[in-house]
């Protein structure tokens, strides 16, 4: 009976090991931080297309964010979450304002190795065989 008891305990605890051991233990990225990281993706977005169309970029605003989605994952041997959900965008044009409700985002964002800082990254090529690489830019 001693015997079965122990064996019960050990085998617990390696299981809480273990499912210690599978999470990334880095707490999910707040709010302020993913408005921050979606900011940066769209003006990284207006910043390419301004320079096509030869205009300077207009300001705008992201709100009411709403994420539906956060998966733990690991970039570069970094800890990382792969983040969805919506947002409100607001585009201040010199002769009228531009609204749009409910756009979806699909961010990733990296901790940093000393854990004090996090950037957005974006995948830049996808092959099946090999890992993805990957482009950041850290959240100020």
Not at 46 to 67: D, H, N, W, Y
Not at 117 to 127: E, K, V, Y
Request: with cysteine; aromatic share 8%; net charge positive.
């Amino acid at each position: 009976m001693k015997l079965n008891a122990m064996l019960r305990i050990i085998l617990t605890v390696i299981l809480l090991g273990l499912l210690t051991a599978c999470g990334i233990g880095v707490p999910a990225p707040g709010g302020q931080l993913v408005q921050k990281a979606i900011a940066l993706q769209v003006s990284q977005t207006q910043k390419q297309l301004s320079q096509q169309l030869f205009q300077q970029p207009a300001s705008f605003e992201i709100a009411q964010i709403r994420v539906t989605h956060e998966e733990p994952l690991l970039i570069q041997k970094l800890p990382a979450y792969h983040i969805q959900g919506t947002y409100n965008f607001t585009l201040q044009r010199p002769s009228h304002q531009v609204t749009q409700q409910q756009n979806h985002f699909d961010i990733y964002l990296q901790r940093q190795i000393e854990g004090k800082t996090w950037r957005l990254a974006i995948p830049q090529s996808i092959n099946t065989n090999t890992e993805p690489t990957w482009r950041t830019w850290l959240i100020q």
